[in-house]
């Protein structure tokens, strides 16, 4: 099967119909980021279809925790080599989206990313989440992350961000779990837990949606 082909299979598995134009933006996005990780240490995940499934699919299934709507602000912490928050731009264009990056290095290649594929409302931040100005608290509808901490900690990390009733969508392993008593601290309610394998693999994730109150 193409790249091309799984691109678009594995979009409609999360209701995602990609134009060409988009696959081209994920093909270029690919070369980029095999090109990079030559010189840089971007992500561990190599070759060319386990990037296509376990980071470009994976962050199509975000899509399953929420409904994404014009002038929707989402904040990505832990953005890595651009992972939820990137392909979720390129599939939701008229999402404004913010990515957290401490590492300097990975969030040049964020830029870089943005700039080549002429992204307009996107902006890298180069610092750690507890770092952030009081600026950006509760200014968005929507925080992500995947490869950022425990559970626990990206919620604690993420409720200040969010607006009342905002949304933390958070991707994780089959078997974790949170405490109702974390939760309750933080003023937080658990609305679901999506239990999926991607297409193509027997790769296991569970999408958690909280909401804060």
Do not use: C
């Not at 080549?116 to 968005?140: A, F, W």
Request: proline letters at 4%.
């Amino acid at each position: 099967m193409t790249i091309r082909r799984m691109l678009k299979d594995g979009g409609r598995e999360y209701g995602v119909e990609l134009s060409d134009e988009q696959v081209d933006s994920f093909l270029f996005y690919l070369v980029e980021l095999e090109k990079w990780n030559r010189k840089i240490n971007l992500t561990a995940i190599r070759g060319e279809q386990d990037i296509v499934v376990k980071h470009f699919i994976d962050s199509f299934s975000y899509l399953e925790g929420f409904e994404p709507a014009p002038g929707m602000r989402l904040l990505d912490m832990g953005s890595g080599a651009g992972f939820p928050a990137l392909p979720i731009k390129i599939v939701v264009p008229e999402l404004a989206v913010t990515m957290v990056e401490a590492v300097q290095k990975k969030a040049a290649f964020l830029r870089h990313m943005v700039r080549m594929l002429q992204l307009q409302d996107v902006e890298v931040v180069d610092k750690r989440t507890d770092g952030l100005p009081g600026s950006y608290q509760e200014q968005y509808d929507i925080v992500t992350a995947r490869a950022f901490a425990d559970m626990e900690t990206a919620l604690r990390e993420g409720v200040r961000f969010l607006k009342p009733g905002g949304l933390a969508v958070l991707s994780r392993g089959p078997d974790e779990q949170i405490e109702d008593a974390v939760l309750t601290t933080l003023a937080m309610t658990s609305l679901s837990r999506s239990d999926l394998v991607l297409p193509f693999s027997d790769h296991r994730r569970a999408i958690w949606v909280f909401q804060k109150g």
